[in-house]
């Protein structure tokens, strides 16, 4: 389903698809899914990790929806939308007869409090009210019409409110069903909710009252009967089901691609596909507790970057199918600057970085150290991963390092515990990745310093007023071609604080199926277009 929300969020990957699983011998009406991971908690009103996510794009809908080819907004669950010539009022018309997954019926209270919600301080919902914040209110017209007022200006306005997360007021209002609010879930969506096994799979199977089903427009959609969701991290596992046959679809990395899927089986019974399209990158990276004491010195930040060997691990484990971040942005986005590139492999510069910063091995041990706040530490800090097959990248990183004086540490934790640590700023540094949000470039959410708060996605402390500025004056300009020079100064700004090590952006999507999987084409303009596959 093509996202139509705002809110990024936390993924394991680096970059590609969700792996998709089939097991086509036990049944030829089910497709499994791997969603790459176990999701922290099924509720949408607290979830921040991409495998939650993943699960509710097919349970849970919004008012219109993305055209996977042209972008272009399209009904859901509401019919028709009027916007005010002033930008500040949105009428949307709501489809009537839409059936929550319990039998209920949709109604406008639904879209108000999926509002009003957001900003109850009962549920965990930060990381999302900074694209709500600009909604004065949210007015039922009646029971099938719904207006949205805003106060400011922010040009993503229309887009947030058509793109809101519908919830079933008659389930999340009610206290006494807070128990299961991560257990069960109840949507409009195509697919209905129906097993969760911790540890091993969600069971979702076809909604046959699902509203598109009468929709010329849509009759060709999310038609596979059942959808098994599974949670394993390791490709390695994956690529083995794939090759035997139990798994109908894979995402693949580019050593996966380039490497571990060649020969035998992989000519003969699996497709290999490299496309391209427009759908935006997202970014792993290294990043830093910017309260850290000895992290919170830029200069030890850039020699870090300065440390991390791109162009080798570029050529050894992304096969050149990646390019080099340059920051906060993928480099193929129109708000990247084209100015601001990837920092350079230079062990030597970073060295002097740090002598300037006063960082010498004074006890001969081969770590630099430096008195700080009075007392003398090593330049040594502990990253947090979460997935092993990332450990390959850090381990690479921490042999450079340890070169050139920098004791770094790698700590492999699991993924719940993991984002406990990040909400509790419970860390020196952790390797994450980024999806790639909208199209259109918002920063507030991850880079300005009022999501720092709470659980916010700043979650290294970021902060740094001129961004604040730009990126404040950016929400307020509809006009994108004046919006990009100043958001290209935000990437020049962000980039030059080092609050992450940049990894790489893919070129290409890549993924393997097996040749049950029937698809239209290899990928549309803005993805993949899995809701049109078919099994054979």
Same mark, same amino acid.
């Given at each position: 389903?093509?996202?139509?929300?705002?809110?990024?969020?936390?993924?394991?990957?680096?970059?590609?698809? %969700?792996?998709?699983?089939?097991?086509?011998?036990?049944?030829?009406?089910?497709? @499994?899914?791997?969603?790459?991971?176990?999701?922290?908690?099924?509720? *949408?009103?607290?979830?921040?990790?991409?495998?939650?996510?993943?699960?509710?794009?097919?349970?849970?809908?919004?008012?219109?929806?993305?055209?996977?080819?042209?972008?272009?907004?399209? *009904?859901?669950?509401?019919?028709?939308?009027?916007?005010?010539?002033?930008?500040?009022?949105?009428?949307?018309? &709501?489809?009537? +007869?839409?059936?929550?997954?319990?039998?209920?019926?949709?109604?406008?209270?639904?879209?108000?409090?999926?509002?009003?919600?957001?900003?109850?301080?009962?549920?965990?919902?930060?990381? %999302?009210?900074?694209?709500?914040?600009?909604?004065?209110?949210?007015?039922?017209?009646?029971?099938?019409?719904?207006?949205?007022?805003?106060?400011?200006?922010?040009?993503?306005? /229309?887009?947030?409110?058509?793109?809101?997360?519908?919830?079933?007021?008659?389930? @999340?209002?009610?206290?006494? +069903?807070?128990?299961?609010?991560?257990?069960?879930? @109840?949507?409009?969506?195509?697919?209905? /909710?129906?097993?969760?096994?911790?540890?091993?799979?969600?069971?979702?199977?076809?909604?046959?009252?699902?509203?598109?089903?009468?929709?010329?427009?849509?009759?060709?959609?999310?038609?596979?009967?059942?959808?098994?969701?599974?949670?394993?991290?390791?490709?390695?596992?994956?690529?083995?089901?794939?090759?035997?046959?139990?798994?109908?679809?894979?995402?693949?990395? *580019?050593?996966?691609?380039?490497?571990?899927?060649?020969?035998?089986?992989?000519?003969?019974? &699996?497709?290999?596909?490299?496309?391209?399209?427009?759908?935006?990158?997202?970014?792993?990276?290294?990043?830093?507790?910017?309260?850290?004491?000895?992290?919170?010195?830029?200069?030890?930040?850039?020699?870090?970057?300065?440390?991390?060997?791109?162009?080798? %691990?570029?050529?050894?484990?992304?096969?050149?199918?990646?390019?080099?971040?340059?920051?906060?942005?993928?480099?193929?986005?129109?708000?990247?600057?084209?100015?601001?590139?990837?920092?350079?492999?230079?062990?030597?510069?970073?060295?002097? &970085?740090?002598?300037?910063?006063?960082?010498?091995?004074? +006890?001969?041990?081969?770590?630099?150290?430096?008195?700080?706040?009075?007392?003398?530490?090593?330049?040594?800090?502990?990253?947090?991963? *979460?997935?092993?097959?990332?450990?390959?990248?850090?381990?690479?990183?921490?042999? !450079?390092?340890?070169?050139?004086?920098?004791?770094?540490?790698?700590?492999?934790?699991?993924?719940?515990?993991?984002?406990?640590? &990040?909400?509790?700023?419970?860390?020196?540094?952790?390797?994450?990745?980024?999806?790639?949000?909208?199209?259109?470039?918002?920063?507030?959410?991850?880079?300005?310093?009022?999501?720092?708060?709470?659980?916010?996605?700043?979650?290294?402390?970021?902060?740094?007023?001129?961004? !604040?500025?730009?990126?404040?004056?950016?929400?307020?300009?509809?006009?994108?071609?004046?919006?990009?020079?100043?958001?290209?100064?935000?990437?020049?700004?962000?980039?030059?604080?080092?609050?992450?090590?940049?990894?790489? +952006?893919?070129?290409?999507?890549? @993924?393997?199926?097996?040749?049950?999987?029937?698809?239209?084409?290899?990928?549309?303009?803005?993805?993949?277009?899995?809701?049109?596959?078919?099994?054979?």
């Amino acid at each position: 389903m093509l996202a139509t929300g705002h809110k990024l969020v936390f993924i394991l990957i680096l970059f590609g698809l %969700m792996a998709c699983q089939g097991k086509s011998k036990k049944s030829a009406q089910s497709m @499994y899914l791997n969603i790459g991971g176990e999701p922290t908690t099924l509720s *949408p009103l607290s979830s921040v990790d991409a495998y939650s996510s993943a699960v509710h794009g097919y349970v849970f809908e919004s008012l219109l929806d993305r055209d996977v080819e042209t972008y272009e907004w399209k *009904p859901a669950l509401a019919t028709e939308w009027k916007i005010s010539e002033d930008k500040k009022i949105f009428d949307f018309k &709501i489809r009537e +007869n839409v059936k929550w997954h319990d039998g209920k019926e949709l109604t406008a209270e639904d879209i108000k409090y999926s509002y009003d919600v957001i900003f109850s301080d009962d549920y965990k919902a930060v990381q %999302m009210r900074s694209y709500y914040e600009a909604i004065k209110e949210v007015k039922v017209i009646d029971k099938f019409n719904i207006r949205f007022i805003v106060k400011d200006d922010y040009f993503q306005n /229309f887009d947030v409110c058509a793109g809101i997360q519908v919830l079933p007021k008659h389930f @999340y209002s009610n206290s006494e +069903n807070k128990k299961e609010f991560g257990k069960v879930i @109840y949507g409009t969506g195509p697919y209905m /909710f129906t097993k969760y096994e911790k540890g091993q799979k969600i069971i979702l199977v076809k909604n046959p009252e699902w509203w598109g089903l009468k929709v010329e427009a849509e009759k060709q959609s999310w038609t596979v009967p059942k959808i098994v969701l599974r949670f394993s991290a390791e490709e390695n596992v994956s690529l083995e089901l794939l090759k035997k046959g139990d798994i109908d679809f894979l995402g693949l990395r *580019p050593d996966g691609f380039v490497k571990k899927t060649v020969g035998g089986v992989w000519d003969d019974k &699996i497709v290999k596909v490299k496309t391209e399209n427009k759908t935006p990158k997202g970014f792993s990276f290294i990043g830093f507790n910017l309260k850290h004491p000895v992290l919170k010195d830029v200069q030890v930040r850039k020699a870090m970057s300065m440390l991390f060997n791109r162009p080798l %691990m570029l050529d050894k484990f992304e096969y050149n199918l990646s390019e080099p971040a340059t920051g906060p942005i993928y480099v193929q986005s129109d708000y990247a600057n084209p100015d601001v590139k990837a920092v350079p492999y230079d062990p030597q510069g970073a060295l002097k &970085i740090l002598s300037a910063a006063g960082w010498k091995d004074s +006890n001969k041990d081969g770590i630099l150290d430096k008195v700080v706040d009075g007392k003398k530490i090593n330049l040594s800090f502990t990253i947090l991963e *979460p997935i092993q097959d990332m450990m390959k990248y850090l381990t690479v990183f921490k042999e !450079d390092a340890s070169k050139a004086g920098v004791e770094i540490n790698l700590k492999n934790v699991e993924w719940n515990s993991f984002i406990k640590l &990040i909400d509790e700023r419970n860390f020196d540094a952790v390797r994450l990745a980024w999806g790639g949000g909208g199209v259109d470039w918002d920063p507030k959410q991850i880079w300005h310093s009022s999501s720092i708060a709470g659980s916010g996605s700043n979650f290294v402390n970021y902060s740094n007023k001129q961004v !604040d500025l730009l990126i404040d004056q950016s929400r307020k300009i509809y006009e994108k071609e004046k919006r990009l020079p100043i958001l290209k100064k935000v990437h020049e700004l962000i980039s030059a604080d080092y609050p992450y090590i940049f990894f790489f +952006n893919s070129k290409y999507t890549l @993924y393997a199926h097996t040749k049950r999987v029937h698809k239209p084409r290899e990928s549309f303009k803005y993805g993949v277009g899995q809701q049109y596959w078919t099994l054979k």
